[in-house]
Structure formats: C-alpha cells, structure tokens
C-alpha cells in the first residue's frame, strides 16, 4: 500500500517539477561554428538575452524582463509552438559568455526535464568561434522512459537545438557583412 | 542474478580480501582518489602521490555515488538506472558483488564499524545495507530525494541531504528514526562535516549558496554566498578551508570555516561537480563532468595544479585512505 503510494508520488515528482532531475544521468551536447565577424560584433548579437529569436531560427519568437543580468526571464516560442521559459545566470563581458538554463519545462514540446547552458564567443584569426554547450537531463527522468523522453531524444532534441541555433546565428552576422 | 552466482560472488570476495590483505600489507597502501565516470562506467583510481590513474575498473551501466570502506579493501558503488548497488574490491580490483537496492539508489556512505548506507532517490529512504547478502539491514525515512549521506562523530547520527525537500534530516542509525529536520536553502546536494561533526556544509544548487548547520542547536547558522550551481563540498580540517564546486560556472570557491569569508575561486574545468580533499596532502580534486578530467588543486595557496584526464562524465569522487600512515 505505502509502495503504490510512493510509486505514485514519485510519478507526480517526476511531471511536475524540473529539479527532480538528478538520479538519472546527465547528457551533454556541444556544437561550434567559425563566424565570419569579430567577437565584439557577435557579443552584441549573443548578449541580448530577450532577443534570442533574433538570430536563433529554431525560434519563432522570444520575449523576456530583466535585460540581460543575472535573474532575468525570457520566455521562448518553438518552431512547434511549444513555450519554454528560462533563467538567466551569468553575462559575462569580459570573458563573453552567456550562462542560463531551463526554469519551466515542458517535454510534450522539447523532451529535456532540465538543462543549463552556456554560449561564448572567442576571437579565430579574423573571425570568431562560438562554442554552445549544455548539460541536461532527458524529458523522462524515472528509470523506464518511453522512447519519445529517453536519453536518445534528448540529445537529439539538444544538439539539433544548438546546430540550428549556430547556423542562424552565423547567417545573420554573416549577412551583415 | 540468481542465489548461485550471488553465493559464487560472495565467495570469491572472501578469498579476493584474503589475498588483498596479504599484498596490502607488502606493498602499503598510498592515498587514493577514487573517480567514478558515469558515462564512461567505469571507475578510475588515481594516486594522490603521482596525480595519475594508478588503474581502472570497468562498471555497470551509470554508476552515480561512491564510497570507501574503512579498512581501504572496498568501494561501494550506485548505479541509480538500473538499481543496484556494486562492491568492487580495490585490492583484486574486480567487482565482486552486485545487489538489486530500491527504486534509485544514487548516495552512499560508509559507517565506522564498515555499514554501507544507500540513500534512494525516489524511494525518500536510507537503507542499510548487508554488502554480503545485499539484504536490507534497516530502514529510515527521511526528506524528500536523499542526494547525499554524512554519518556523524562515532556513527552517533546519520545526516541526509535531501534535495526535493530543502532540508537536512538528522537520524538515529541505532533506532532508525528521523529526528530532526534542518531547513536548508533552495536544491540542496552535497553535504561536508568537520570529524568532530560540529560544523556541517551543505551545497544549495539553486541558490547558490552553502548552509552552514549546528547539528547540535539543529540551526542553520550562516549562509556563504558561493558560485553558481554548487554540486560538491569538501573540507581541508589541516587548513580549516572549505572547497566548493560551481558547476554552472566552472570554478571553486575557497572559504574559510570559521566565518564564511571567501578566500579565493579557482577556475577549473567545465561543470564541475564533485570534490574531496586528499587528508594531509593538501590537495583537492575536482571532477570536472564535462571536460573528462579531475583537476588537481592545491589548497593552501587556491590554485589549479594539474589536471588529469579521466573516462567521460566524471561525477563523484571518494577518497581511499592512506593505511601506511
């Protein structure tokens, strides 16, 4: 009787809340790409943390408060319709790097339970290098995950993120000239 | 696993320790880290005195928490996705035994007498459990999600970090009652004592801070302020210094004990998460999850000494005392 209960409960842990993430184990995903334009140029692009979808073609739309220091929101639209919303944690301006992660879930649209990521740009001969990564868990955390919110697409779901997320980026600083 | 295979284990773990003491006692053993790859299943043990992998044991699929005996002979090891709870011999260095434990077994930590206790993430319990048998010894109830296990000063109490609840649970190992429970801040993981168990340190990873507990006065005391997303916690007793890894940030922050103040923050790989300080040698090591690597830090003066590569997703460390010393 307790052993059902408790079964029960954890099944409620698992859907509703993100932090619940951390018996199972965490995946990582990181992508890169060559810019042609300095890091000072893609800063500008990379640190407006509400303007995500201005280069981000993964995303439909994104809207946010709190600018860009640490404790801000922005709430971001999939191509799916899908909402995610996310935390900002760090932006650095020295180093150029953005650190924020996932504060409310939502796997029927993107089947990760919880992830943080950074995003940074470093200077490449004339050019720079934008290095993504993150470190998340899958949209299923107890120990039987159905194949749509296991480990597999997860990542899938993370890297084709970043991949898409990269080359928008790179469009649009590229297009510039 | 059926009861022949267990019973073949158990005695082959038996003539493993008998050959193990025997060379333990010829070669005497030096201070090592134990460092367990939870993508890579495997464990790494690294020697504190060289700062390389001395050898490597392959393990089941994503083992998560680990912990030492205390003779040296033994690492207890979880492996919360696939519930089960593996004893690896550290002189045979094989794994001689694999038990079925609970729901999702992820802490464990070892008694003074050689208990293991396995914290169950889903299940909100610590059980003790016989590593000979694996049968289920005892059974606490404790806060929600058990992420981490400190025994107290003679085995007295048995302390739980539990992550769902932001509390600490202060329990009797003897009775097997959950006294007390101490609120913490927001996602607590990881949990450090001083030996006399006066001072305990618990990493909030949502807040970004550490909570400074009186297991005596059940008090928080201070808060410090630390980096984002702490994961791990150790302390240097030699230095009074406590160690704390910001997994988002990718660092370490080094305290002092006594008040708190912030002596230094050492940058090290990426998402680092667990630490532990090899007693009397003045370093630290950090797993770094990402990067595949443990740095190497030495504490008196806060910097990054080295770093040595490891299997991929290093996540918890343990330390295998020196018995020469």
Redesign the interface.
Known sequence: MNYIL?VIL?IG?VMG?T??A?????Q?A?ETIIIAAPPDAVWAVLKDFAGVAGWNTALKASKGEGGNTAGATRSITLKNDGQLEEGL??VNEAEKYV?Y?LSKENVEVFPVSFY?A?ISVKADGDGSLVTW?G?FYRGDT??FPPDNLNDEAALNAMTEFFKQGLAGLKAKLEAKG | MTRVRRLIEIIGAIAAGVAGLTASMCSGLAGEVLVVS??AAELAVLDAKTDTISYRIKLDA?P?GVAVSPSGHQAYITH????QLSVVDLVSRTVIAKWPVG??P?AVAVDGRGGVWVGD????VVQRINVETGSVMRSIAVG??P?AILMGASDTHLYTVN??SDDVSIADPVSGQELRRVAVGR?P?AIAGTSDRTQLFVVNV?ASTVSVVDPQTFKSVFQVKVG??PYGVAIDERTGRVLVTN???GSVTVFDAKDGQVLSTVPVG??PEGVVVAPGSGKAYVAN??SNQVSVINVADGKETGRVTCGA?P?MLAVRPDSSS
């Open positions: 408790a954890g842990s809340s932090a619940f951390h018996g199972p184990t965490p990582k990181e944690d760090e650190g992660r943080s950074t990564s470190r107890s120990n | 939870q993508t994503a998560a919360p996705e696939i519930r729901r999702q992820f993430w889903s299940a909100d929600r999600s992420s992550r769902e996602g993981f949502q984002r997303m997994q988002q940030s990426q998402f999850w990402f997703g996540r």
